[in-house]
T-cell receptor
Framework: DAKTTQPPSMDCAEGRAANLPCNHS???????VYWYRQIHSQGPQYIIH???NNETNEMASLIITEDRKSSTLILPHATLRDTAVYYC?????????????FGAGTTVTVRA | ETGVTQSPTHLIKTRGQQVTLRCSSQ?????VSWYQQALGQGPQFIFQ???????GRGNFPPRFSGLQFPNYSSELNVNALELDDSALYLC??????????????FGPGTRLTVT
């Protein structure tokens, strides 16, 4: 699986959009971009994933650049409950290798 | 709530002992993965079970073993516990069809402390 690079931490004001970047310059054509988050002392929570096109669900939006070498997770209106570690992961969805390879992630702190 | 449950929530064991952790998958999920998360680090993949067979393993020694049962629940067994085995153990369930793995849903984890 391709490696990802994320900033170690970022702050965000409550009610504002939080834009979380992720670099995955070695991503291959069959690899998806997944985002998970982990609130303190809980298991990771699936947020969203995408291949080429931008994706949106009730939690977030995922913007993938045209060359697919980077992406941005957008939390449109951050709340204090969005404070968590956010992990960007790339992996092939169609594969016999089913593991998720977590890096260090980005610690996001939403401030009132 | 993901529908994935784990037991126990906390456990304290002594070095050299054996431990069994349990996981109940979300209804309809046929694949279970186990991860170890040391303090301050991201989860590390231990192994995965699909239809009661091991379907991939991370860089963990053989004293880490597992089982998956016909109802798709799972156990993680660790023998000869070491101090470094102290961690949060996470179970994730998912569906696999035609080699496509859908998103994984994690349980709350079991916090294991080895003294």
């Amino acid at each position: 699986d391709a490696k990802t690079t994320q900033p170690p931490s970022m702050d965000c004001a409550e009610g504002r959009a939080a834009n979380l970047p992720c670099n995955h310059s070695t991503i291959s054509g069959n690899e998806y971009v997944y985002w998970y988050r982990q609130i303190h002392s809980q298991g990771p929570q699936y947020i969203i994933h995408g291949l080429k096109n931008n994706e949106t669900n009730e939690m977030a939006s995922l913007i993938i650049t045209e060359d697919r070498k980077s992406s941005t997770l957008i939390l449109p209106h951050a709340t204090l409950r969005d404070t968590a570690v956010y992990y960007c992961i790339v992996r092939a969805s169609l594969s016999n290798d089913y593991k998720l390879s977590f890096g260090a992630g980005t610690t996001v702190t939403v401030r009132a | 709530e993901t529908g994935v449950t784990q037991s126990p929530t906390h456990l304290i064991k002594t070095r050299g002992q054996q431990v069994t952790l349990r996981c109940s998958s979300q209804s309809g999920h046929n694949t279970v993965s186990w991860y170890q998360q040391a303090l301050g680090q991201g989860p590390q993949f231990i192994f995965q079970y699909y239809r009661e067979e091991e379907n991939g393993r991370g860089n963990f020694p053989p004293r880490f073993s597992g089982l998956q049962f016909p109802n798709y629940s799972s156990e993680l067994n660790v023998n000869a516990l070491e101090l470094d085995d102290s961690a949060l153990y996470l179970c994730a369930s998912s569906t696999s069809r035609d080699r496509v793995l859908y998103e994984q849903y994690f349980g709350p984890g079991t916090r294991l402390t080895v003294t």
